[in-house]
Every structure is written in C-alpha cells, then in structure tokens.
C-alpha cells in the first residue's frame, strides 16, 4: 500500500464514518428518548433521494401517498385540535411536492419534508399507542416496519438503482468530490447544531429530562409523547439530508437503506445506545474499519464489520452485569 491508496481509504472512511455517524445519533437519540430502536431508519434515507428522482420525473413517488394515509391515520387517532397539525402539514406537503413537478428546486425540501412527515406518522401511528410497551415489543414492532416498508419500497421505485445529479459537481482533489465535501460540511454543521440544541434550548433540555427520567419529566409537565414526536422528526430530517447528500456519491435504490442503517447500528450499539460522543467516534471506527478491510479482504467486508458488535455486546454485558453487583 502507497501513500495514495492510503489517501483514498481515509477520505473514503471520512466520508462513510460521518454518515454512519449521524445515523448513529438519530439511533441513539430516538432510543433514549422513547426505548425504540429505529430499524427502518435506513429505508427513510433511501425515500428521500428516491422521491427526489421521482420528483424530478415529473412524477408523484408512492411515499407521498403513504405518508398522507398515514397522516390521515394519525389525524384520526389525534382527533378534535391536535388533529389540524397532520392535517396542515399533510396539505403544506402536497402543496410543496406538486410545486416540485414544476421547480426541481423545491423537490429537496418536499423530499425531505416527506421523509420527516412520514417519520412522525411512523411514531404516531405505530408506537405511541404502545406507550408502555417493552423494549422488545418495540424492537418486533420497528423490524415490521423495516420489513414493511422495504417491500414498499420495491413496489414504489421498483428494483433499479438511481444517481441523482449532485447539488455539486467537480472535484476538490483526486478522491473526494465537491459533493464530498457538502456531506462532510452537513455532517459537522449537524454535530454543533444538535450540540447546541441540547444545551441551550429549552426543547432540547426537555429532551435531555425525557430520556434520563420519563416519570420524573411527566411530573415537571414533559410529555414524553411530545418528546417523542422531536426526536423522531430529528432522526428523519438527519435521515432525509443525509440520503439526499449522499445518493449522487453511492447511487440509491430501495434495498440500500437497510445495510447503511445497520453499520450506523453498529456506532450506536459502540456508544452503548446511550452516549453520542461515542457513538459518533464508533461510526467513523466503523468507517475506517470497512474501508481497510473492503481493500484486504473485499469478499468479507460486511461480515467482518458486523463482526465489531461481537466485543462491543460483551463489553456492554459485563457493564450491565457490574451495575447489578
């Protein structure tokens, strides 16, 4: 290996790292604040630049259909006054998505509008009612839907991949692009804001109270469903952007959310589902570790990335098993 091979693998272990890193913090943000490990997170990242390519067609994508019965459906479980927020966001989101037809412009806040409505209704409709679920019931609750929404997926976008263009072309030096460049500049942007919003905003210090302490929060006047609501519609958006930044690099098809969902999976299972600091240095380890290994052992990439879960679960059993002592 000379330093240029070397140059390649750690620019394109900077680029994976990050993205996997900002699924990991939705992951673990979505966790601690509502005990549900959000498995179809990567299928929300792949409906955002597919609805873009939709958009951009000339056509309506099927998950804006979804998302509208699902808003209906949450509308309806809602009722009286707190049915009017699915209700006006539904229609602000077919408004914007029949003005993307004509502005492509306008496609890439419909598209990610539509990610972010379609991931309250998910919470809505799917697991507030389980409020006082278990943890595994979650877990069945969330592979359903990855499962769900897959097939979806397939049957909206059908089994092709697509490139949409990217917002910016060129490149900056010899392996790393402009729009390289957008993804790392999202991915630190959305570090300090997500930073800054936990520790100055009153939504986020709720946020914090939700996760540390549900019972203790609804005594203060924290809903935790409320909370659930943000945390979902944070996931989504980093979800959505990530998706949209990172389709014109690595292509986009229904199938491909769930692999990139996973190895974010595996950064937040390194933070313990519970740190973000760490669980955003896990995904760049993770990013590092894969691109190293698609180059000695490419055959065994993906299992020997999963294989990070094996020391990182021990690690976390004997924690969980002092705790007890």
Same mark, same amino acid.
């Given at each position: ?19 996997? !890193? ?19 997170? !990567? ?97 069945? %609750? ?113 199938? %491909?959310?769930? %692999? ?66």
């Amino acid at each position: 290996m000379d330093a240029t091979i070397l140059g390649f693998l750690l620019l394109d272990a900077l680029q994976n790292g990050v993205v996997y !890193g900002l699924l990991a913090l939705a992951l673990v943000l979505v966790f601690a604040v509502t005990r549900v490990i959000l498995v179809p997170i !990567g299928e929300l990242l792949m409906f955002a630049p597919l609805s873009l390519v939709w958009l951009h067609g000339g056509k309506l994508p099927g998950t804006l259909w979804l998302a509208l019965a699902l808003g209906l459906l949450w509308a309806l479980l809602s009722r009286g006054r707190g049915s009017l927020l699915p209700l006006g966001l539904g229609a602000l989101l077919f408004l914007l998505a029949l003005l993307g037809l004509q502005l492509p412009l306008l496609a890439y806040p419909a598209a990610v509008l539509l990610v972010v409505y379609l991931g309250l209704a998910t919470y809505r409709v799917f697991f507030q009612p389980m409020r006082e679920a278990t943890v595994l019931a979650y877990l069945i %609750m969330a592979v359903g839907l990855h499962v769900a929404y897959q097939g979806l997926g397939l049957v909206f976008f059908g089994p092709e991949q697509y490139r949409p263009a990217p917002l910016l072309s060129g490149e900056v030096t010899v392996g790393l692009s402009w729009q390289g460049v957008l993804v790392l500049l999202f991915a630190l942007s959305a570090v300090v804001a997500l930073y800054l919003f936990f520790r100055f905003s009153l939504f986020g210090k709720a946020l914090l109270a939700a996760a540390e302490n549900r019972l203790g929060a609804r005594l203060l006047g924290i809903r935790p469903e409320e909370a659930g609501m943000v945390a979902f519609a944070i996931a989504s958006f980093l979800a959505a952007v990530s998706g949209l930044l990172l389709a014109p690099l690595i292509n986009a098809a229904y199938f %491909m959310g769930f %692999m990139l969902g996973l190895k974010g999976f595996v950064a937040a299972i390194l933070g313990g589902l519970l740190s973000y600091p760490v669980a955003f240095l896990g995904a760049l380890l993770v990013g590092l570790f894969e691109s190293f290994t698609s180059f000695y052992a490419s055959a065994y990439k993906e299992a020997l990335v999963f294989l990070l879960l094996v020391p990182a679960l021990f690690f976390q059993s004997l924690k969980a098993r002092a705790v007890e002592e």
